[in-house]
Structure formats: C-alpha cells, structure tokens
Nanobody, 126 residues
Framework: QSQLVESGGGLVQPGGSLRLSCTAA?????????VGWFRQAPGKEREGVAS????????EYAGSVKGRFTISRDNAKNTAYLQMNNLKPEDTAVYYC??????????????????WGQGTQVTVSS
C-alpha cells in the first residue's frame, strides 16, 4: 500500500481548473521533506511539474505550467496540493505526488524522490 494518496483528478474542459491533493498515510510524515508533483501522459516520459520546499518557502515549476499551476502544502494536515488553472488538453496525464530525499530543497528530478503515490488521472477535453 502506498504511503501517499492522490485525489482530485477528473475530466475538465479546456480552461477549467482542478485541485489535486496528496495526503500521507498515518505514521508517514511529509513535514521535513520537499514534495513534488509529476505527470506522465501515454507514450511520454514522466515529467516533473512542481516542487515545494519542506516549509513551503520556495517552489519550482516546469516551464509548461508556470503561471497556471500552484503548489502548496499544509504540514499540519500532512498534505500537499496542486492547484491547476487554465488547463489545456496537453495537461492530460496521470499525476503523481512524491516525497523527496531530505537533502534537497526543491527539485523536478524524479530520481531524487523516494516515495510515490499511485497517481490520479487528469483529462482535459471538450
């Protein structure tokens, strides 16, 4: 069973919004670790979308989503979020959250994340 659970995916029209949540299982902490969101579309490689430092003081975004997506976290709830606005068909993918190794601040490199959720499908279509 995964230590991270994503939710909030679904079908949305172009220009619409979705908010993804990433909740850690009981006994598994996100508090001291950076959290990242990644996505993978059919036939494409996994792409780092956004990352947030452990205390939320800094963030990093892929160029393709900058200005449209916002990553945030609530350490008291052991949860991270990805607010996605102005969604485009090319945003269609399975979205995953992950917990990074503690030695980094923010990173979009998947190899620096050691715990992953099972993913939630986001489909942008009219």
């Amino acid at each position: 069973q995964s230590q991270l659970v994503e939710s909030g995916g679904g079908l949305v029209q172009p220009g619409g919004s979705l908010r993804l949540s990433c909740t850690a299982a009981s006994g598994f902490s996100l508090e001291k670790y950076p959290v990242g969101w990644f996505r993978q579309a059919p036939g494409k490689e996994r792409e780092g979308v956004a990352s947030i430092e452990s205390r939320g003081r800094s963030t990093e975004y892929a160029g393709s989503v900058k200005g449209r997506f916002t990553i945030s976290r609530d350490n008291a709830k052991n949860t991270a979020y990805l607010q996605m606005n102005n969604l485009k068909p090319e945003d269609t993918a399975v979205y995953y959250c992950a917990r990074a190794i503690v030695q980094v601040t923010t990173t979009l490199q998947g190899a620096l994340y050691d715990y992953w959720g099972q993913g939630t499908q986001v489909t942008v279509s009219s």
